[in-house]
T-cell receptor, first 111, second 112 residues
Framework: DAGVIQSPRHEVTEMGQEVTLRCKPI?????LFWYRQTMMRGLELLIY??????IDDSGMPEDRFSAKMPNASFSTLKIQPSEPRDSAVYFC???WGNGYTFGSGTRLTVV | GESVGLHLPTLSVQEGDNSIINCAYS??????FIWYKQESGKGPQFIID?????DKRQGQRVTVLLNKTVKHLSLQIAATQPGDSAVYFC???????????FGTGTRLTVIP
């Protein structure tokens, strides 16, 4: 199993641009989570899905952030427009039961 | 809300010594806890977990202790090796919940 796959690994964009982060969960996992990691705030849960349905998006910072899961094998996190304070590492994780597996993350830099 | 915090942000140990990383949690209703290891440039990697109906669980060179009375979790690493150098996070999951809340992390440095 290739694990949770995220792309891109690194993204540098200018303020105001749209950014789309992608995640492919582990096959068979029914939950998918998006986390953001910063030095100041650590690992924060942004949103999570169960069977492709968003369950809790209370961690999404503002309307500029949106996430979708059109099918069981793909999810996106979009930021539009991006701002420098969005710079962070974004992790996707998937789980089934008690098994939570994280991807390698996308390091986003907004300049 | 739930919160998970760590007592020590950094820990340095000599190679071969045992390491103890501590974590305090505030939600007495949490029923599942996980320790993760994160190396530079990588995602959190599962180390060991424990359910709230247990107070100790052992893995290979690692032991997790859970003290529900004082809401404290610890990770013990035996014979610490240079490859153990990383940031360690504890995470908790509330009863009936599916998402994990993470502590702030402890950076472990192993001195050769």
């Amino acid at each position: 199993d290739a694990g949770v796959i995220q792309s891109p690994r690194h993204e540098v964009t200018e303020m105001g641009q749209e950014v789309t982060l992608r995640c492919k969960p582990i096959s068979g996992h029914d939950y998918l989570f998006w986390y953001r990691q910063t030095m100041m705030r650590g690992l924060e849960l942004l949103i999570y899905f169960n069977n492709n349905v968003p369950i809790d998006d209370s961690g999404m910072p503002e309307d500029r952030f949106s996430a979708k899961m059109p099918n069981a094998s793909f999810s996106t996190l979009k930021i539009q427009p991006s701002e420098p304070r969005d710079s962070a590492v974004y992790f996707c994780a998937s789980s089934w039961g008690n098994g939570y597996t994280f991807g390698s993350g996308t390091r986003l830099t907004v300049v | 809300g739930e919160s998970v915090g760590l007592h020590l942000p950094t820990l340095s140990v000599q190679e071969g010594d045992n390491s103890i990383i501590n974590c305090a949690y505030s939600n007495s209703a949490s029923d599942y806890f996980i320790w993760y290891k994160q190396e530079s440039g990588k995602g959190p990697q599962f180390i060991i977990d424990i359910r709230s109906n247990m107070d100790k669980r052992q893995g290979q060179r690692v032991t997790v202790l859970l003290n529900k009375t004082v809401k404290h979790l610890s990770l013990q690493i035996a014979a610490t090796q240079p490859g153990d150098s990383a940031v360690y996070f504890c995470a908790e999951r509330g009863t009936g919940a599916n998402n994990l809340f993470f502590g702030t992390g402890t950076r472990l440095t192993v001195i050769p």
